[in-house]
């Protein structure tokens, strides 16, 4: 089973209606024990770092993904959900992130050329570095889709994929049992799919 | 780089497609289920599903519909059609939406888009313009292009993008329907006064026609079209072969 992560951050239908779509059984949870006995756990999320992030904190659940990263849990975050992977993200200030990736969550703007659009939206290729398990189905330069305005950085050594938007963004990330994908891979088709679809097959002791 | 994204819009009236199609290998045209995987089949980069049905009967069927069609289709979805409060926004970013297009819920109360942009990001709240020139000037359209706002189109975009509008559907009156090409003259206008995402719609008759459209105005970010493709005068699979074969950005 594999378990959406839920803090009162955005809406969760599409990714619950996602996984059920590559055969996987779904849970939307606050609950630790739930998460805890869950095969995997996915932490979604859209809107602001900052808020967040404080109900990650206010509900224990950082304390609770932290533990569930450190026991080998495969863990993947979406989109914000990746972002807050991160130590430190500086959107709208400077604020703490879950820790569990070394690296920064900065602006786009002034990164990328002026001409280009913020926010990064719509379908871009994705480029491989690192390999990693859950791209184990899908091919370089199969397109996903995004739509961030923020991106990880100094994160080099778990980069697994980057897309070009004037510069080679962050796409996706792995650390051990821990993943990320800026993207949103239940609105990226038969291409996001695969990606869940490989993630949900993913068990503890494989990637430990 | 972000690829040309191409968007069928789907209307929507009491649970059924208007306009019937003829597709081979489909059985109910009418279902907009049905047509919506068929589209994300064929590789269309987002779905417009606009609900003009007038009842709230229908309304409830329209979401019935959205749900179903969330469960089976796994691209960016987009609604429109009656939306005038944050309740319609909700209402169906419950059911599986992940933008939503105001028109004139936003002309009757301009707060709308601010609002919602504020609540759910400006990345949900899309603006979708009906514009025609009226001696000369862009003039924004109501109810369905049938009533003059006397707004001047361009200042009007603007500000619903300083309010937070995240992108922007450019509906030419003066091309809809004629099948000439896009009105490239007013989405260049539109292109120069924001920096958003720009759809343009209205006008499209053949692929060359979004060939013209993304080689001459290369800030555009999307065509949008409804009956070519539903009447498949023009195949999103060949039209997106096309594209790349011009060296156009796309998702193949």
């Known amino acids: ?208 | 780089m972000i690829t040309k994204r191409i968007i069928p819009c789907l209307d929507v009236k009491n649970g059924r497609v208007v306009k019937g199609v003829n597709f081979e290998g489909l059985q109910d045209v009418s279902s907009p289920v049905e047509l919506a995987k068929f589209y994300s089949g064929c590789g269309a980069d987002e779905l417009v599903f606009y609900d003009i049905t007038a009842s709230s009967d229908g309304r409830k069927l329209f979401t019935d519909i959205l749900v179903e069609t969330a469960k089976s289709v796994f691209i960016p979805l987009t609604v429109g059609g009656g939306i005038n409060t944050l309740e319609d926004f909700d209402r169906v970013l419950k059911c599986g939406a992940d933008k939503v297009s105001v028109n004139s819920g936003a002309i009757r109360n301009p707060d709308l888009v601010y609002q919602a942009a504020k609540l759910y990001g400006d990345q949900c709240v899309v603006l979708s313009a009906d514009i025609k020139r009226v001696d000369g000037v862009f003039r924004v359209f109501a109810k369905g292009g049938r009533e003059n706002t006397g707004m001047e189109a361009i200042e009007w975009i603007r500000r619903c993008v300083d309010n937070g509008a995240g992108e922007i559907v450019v509906n030419s009156i003066d091309t809809d329907g004629v099948k000439g090409g896009f009105d490239l003259p007013m989405l260049e206008a539109v292109c120069n006064a924001v920096n958003v995402p720009v759809i343009a719609s209205g006008g499209a008759g053949k692929i060359g026609d979004f060939i013209t459209l993304f080689q001459t105005l290369p800030k555009v970010d999307a065509g949008l079209a409804a009956s070519i493709f539903h009447f498949g005068e023009v195949s999103i699979k060949d039209l997106k072969h096309q594209m790349a074969l011009a060296n156009i950005p796309t998702r193949e």
């Open chain 1, 1 to 208: 089973m594999v378990a959406i992560v839920d803090y009162g951050v955005g809406n969760l239908f599409s990714l619950e209606c996602s996984l059920n779509a590559v055969g996987a059984e779904v849970t939307v949870t606050a609950d630790p024990n739930v998460l805890k006995n869950a095969d995997q756990v996915i932490l979604p999320g859209v809107g602001a770092f900052e808020d967040a992030a404080k109900k990650l904190r206010s509900t224990g659940l950082d304390r609770v993904l932290k533990e569930l990263a450190d026991s080998g849990k495969p863990l993947l975050g979406i989109c914000l959900g990746m972002q807050l992977l991160f130590e430190k993200s500086y959107e709208y200030g400077e604020h703490e992130g879950l820790g569990l990736i070394p690296g920064q969550v900065v602006a786009m703007e002034g990164v990328i050329p002026s001409e280009l659009k913020i926010p990064h939206i719509g379908w871009n290729a994705l480029k491989f570095r690192n390999p990693t398990p859950i791209f184990a189905d899908i091919q370089q330069g199969d397109c996903v889709y995004f739509v961030h305005s923020y991106y990880a950085t100094n994160c080099e050594e778990f980069v697994t994929a980057t897309a070009e938007y004037g510069a080679e963004l962050t796409a996706s990330v792995a650390r051990k049992n821990v993943f990320g994908c800026q993207f949103h891979p239940e609105k990226s088709g038969s291409v996001g799919l695969a990606i869940l679809k490989a993630f949900t097959r993913l068990k503890e002791e494989d990637i430990c």
